[in-house]
């Protein structure tokens, strides 16, 4: 595999995410022109400021929402939650900016509602296909990075089962760094795959410097923070990416995520399901839902309120105290 191969985009992924990062204000643009030659309507004065300022937004907005950064590796549907959130702030901002310059009445309602609801989905097609030619591109050989574990426990074993299960991430695995394991080669799988001990911690640092490998992976046991210290020490002296892989398999948090409090990070073990905008996201749901249903079951209800007041006394609705969240107490 040639070393042209090896760095193709490698070393122009700044240009890579300069393109996307204009593509994403140019589809905001398209899909608004598109929609309103669609429907009829001209493009006129308001429609090309309109077209200027939403540009502007996303490229600032998606910017700072760091949807920019090296994808390899991340969940296509958190990428699509925040591509989602970036374009619900943009709509905010342009929302806003009409409200304030009374412009609102001089746009179609025919043109912006689909605009507003289909844009993101434009967004993330034109994402999923730049990212499927990436991808391509990289399961053939083309832009790899190299690839080193440090620690061959269940973490780094896991974690290279990963990459090589994913060929697509375009990372080429080349073997372990461990200072408790023995014999020359790490056992992976129900295949039975194996793949080299390169040598202990002590050793890495000299071969990813002359091996130029592109990625070191810590996957070292939360008890060796002083170990782990004096590794990460010695690599910001190369020139590769380190990625800490904490130990989280001895707590199965299957629901844990990761946040963080001016810049320290955190990992939550559990918390309420429903904090932020996926508070704001399920009371939407709970009022659109219940009003369709009320509307909808408007007849059977009468009808049976009607039942329930000509054959008994009680009362046709009745409440009841019961705990939401946070143990509040509510009636319902």
Known sequence: MSTSRHGFLTHYQWLVALIQWFLDGLVVVLALAALALLYGVPFQ??????????????LLVFRAS???RPWRGVDFIRLGRRVAVAWVIVVGLLLALGFAT????VFSRGVLLP????????LLAVRLLVYTVLGLMRSRGWNFRTAVIAGAGAVGRHLACSLIDLPWLGIHFLGFFDDHKTGRKIVLNKNRQEFPLLGNLDDMVSF????????????????????????IEKLQDTTASVYFAP???VYSLFQSSLTDLRGIPLIS???TPFFGVNALTKRILD???ASLLLVCTAPLLIALALGVKLTSPGPVFFRQRRYGLGGEEIKV
């Open 102 to 105: 009374k412009t609102t009445t």
């Open 247 to 249: 130990d989280v398999f």
């Open 287 to 289: 009022v659109v839902l």
């Open 115 to 122: 605009w507003i609801i289909l844009t993101p989905l434009a």
């Open 208 to 231: 990813v410097q002359e091996h130029q490998v592109n990625i070191v992976y810590l996957a070292l046991p939360m008890q060796a923070q002083a170990r782990l210290r004096e590794i």
């Open 66 to 68: 760091q949807l920019y």
């Open 269 to 271: 073990l559990w918390e």
């Open 45 to 58: 004065k308001q429609y090309h400021v309109l077209a200027s300022v939403a540009f502007l937004l996303t």
